[in-house]
């Protein structure tokens, strides 16, 4: 039977306010055992996005949104992957600097699990934010079918919030009756990409969420879309950017507008009005109007005690070394209306390059050459030149970058593991290649991924 969004919301709104954990569905913790914390299955499992319908989608643990993984800092989880979709699939656990085994890309890091097969997952993650997964096995279906959920990553010290929200923004491609509509079209990976039609937070339009009066209240934005960007304002609350992409910022940033392209994340602090009844409004910038994306309603007993908003613990990156860095450019282009053909007649679309090469797949028996080989333990500088008339999100897998300068925007330097390249900007990225092994870097616009602008780099 559909999960009702109603049912969800209603069930969700008596409990936010009395914990600091997030109300999403939780995985069944496995008691005792000793080879696993959490089970994770994929699979085929109807769902209620448009009241009255029902939609076909592919989701972990049988409904979306998809339940939340908390791990802590410095600590190992394990989570027994089932793969019960009738493909083949991976988990890619996006932003997390883990080992290579675990980074879930088919033949780059780790065989497809074949349908009906299990995997293990185990790791140690050294970094507490905010980040997600996914599979990397057709992707253009199986994330716009619904496979994508929040791993959550507690720091070492408890963090006190009243409320800790993670907020899954995602279009889905669905027809009013809530059957999938086309997830891409060449004319639109030509450019940017195809948006769904359904706009959804958690899987639900316009949700609200109860939050005690005074609380302190943790946002965790994360833009789980294969197209969309999402520029994300409070206009009428005070709110603070604590961290961006998982990595916590120096000093909390006063929220305007903040712009997050596919696979992006943003955690925002805010202090709820101290009166019952009050809503904040929390918008999505398209232009110079705001749309409606979710809101707050302050309900229950005021919190008695004063809250304040502070820095984030940082997190124990590598300190690159500037001095001796070597630079290494990257230009994204835009390869135009060249179609090519295979052999037997079907068209391969390939519209985008990096340093003039197209990702051209690959196979257990054909691994591409690498963009980059980089030696373990060094400092590099990428120099990002996105020369195209579109934006991408570009994300490195296993590493958090260090971002120095644009030549487009000011700001103080901040971490991250996926940049949004504006049109012809050119951003320069600083971190150590402490991490060996085949690393998947692509931008996350996942028709422009799947039509040429995919690589990877290797270190050792």
């Known amino acids: 039977m559909p999960l009702s969004r109603r049912t969800f919301l209603s069930g969700l709104g008596s409990s936010l306010t009395l914990a600091a954990c997030s109300q999403l569905p939780k995985f069944s913790l496995t008691s005792g055992n000793e080879e696993y914390d959490y089970i994770l299955t ?19 643990n049988q409904g979306f949104p998809s339940p939340v993984i908390r791990a802590k800092q410095g600590k190992e989880v394990r989570i027994l992957f089932r793969n019960r979709l009738p493909e083949a699939t991976t988990i890619h656990w996006h932003g997390l600097r883990i080992p290579i085994e675990m980074d879930g890309v088919p033949f780059l890091s780790q065989p497809p699990i074949q349908p009906g097969e299990d995997f293990l997952y185990r790791f140690t993650p050294p970094d507490a934010g905010t980040f997600w997964y996914h ?33 899954m923004m995602k279009n889905w491609h669905i027809n009013d009756d809530g059957s999938f509509a086309p997830f891409t079209s060449p004319r639109a990976a030509f450019r940017m990409g195809t948006p769904g039609a ?37 206009p009428d609350h005070q709110a603070w950017i604590i961290a961006i992409d998982g990595s916590p910022v120096a000093k909390p940033i006063p929220l305007e507008q903040h712009e997050m392209g596919p696979g992006m994340r943003l955690d925002v602090a805010l202090i709820a009005p101290a009166e019952s009844g009050a809503t904040v409004s929390i918008k999505n910038a398209k232009g110079r109007l ?19 908003i502070t820095p984030l613990p940082v997190n124990p990156l590598p300190e690159p070394d500037l001095d001796n860095a070597e630079t290494i450019n990257f230009v994204f282009e835009w390869e135009g209306a060249v179609t090519p053909v295979n052999r037997d007649g079907k068209t391969n679309y390939k519209f985008w390059t990096m340093n003039r090469r197209a990702w051209e797949g690959m196979s257990a028996d054909n691994i591409p050459e690498p ?29 958090i970058w260090s971002v120095l300068r644009s030549n487009q925007k000011a700001f103080d330097l901040f971490h991250t593991d996926t940049v949004l390249l504006q049109k ?20 996350h616009v996942i028709e422009h991924m799947k039509t040429g602008l995919m690589g990877y780099i290797t270190v050792k």
């Open 371 to 399: 963009l980059a080989t980089l030696e373990l333990g060094k400092t590099y500088i990428f120099r990002l030149k996105n020369v195209t008339p579109h934006s991408h999100p570009i994300h490195l897998h296993g590493f």
């Open 198 to 234: 359904f706009e959804s937070v958690n899987g639900i339009q316009n949700p609200s969420y109860p939050v005690r009066p005074g609380s302190l209240v943790r946002l965790r934005f994360l833009n789980v879309d294969n197209t969309v960007m999402y520029k994300v304002a409070i």
């Open 42 to 60: 994929a699979e085929p499992a109807p769902i209620e996005l448009i009241p009255g319908t029902t939609t076909p989608a592919w989701c972990f």
């Open 135 to 167: 599979p990397h096995v057709n992707s253009l279906v199986q994330l716009g079918k619904g496979l994508v959920g929040p791993i959550i990553v507690d720091e070492a010290e408890p963090v006190a919030f009243d409320a800790d929200l993670p907020l």
């Open 424 to 443: 012809n900007e050119m951003v320069e990225v600083a971190f150590v290649a402490d991490n060996p092994g085949h690393w998947m870097y692509h931008c």
């Open 290 to 308: 705001l749309f409606n994306m979710l809101e707050l309603k302050t309900e229950g007993e005021p919190i008695a005690a004063a809250r304040s």
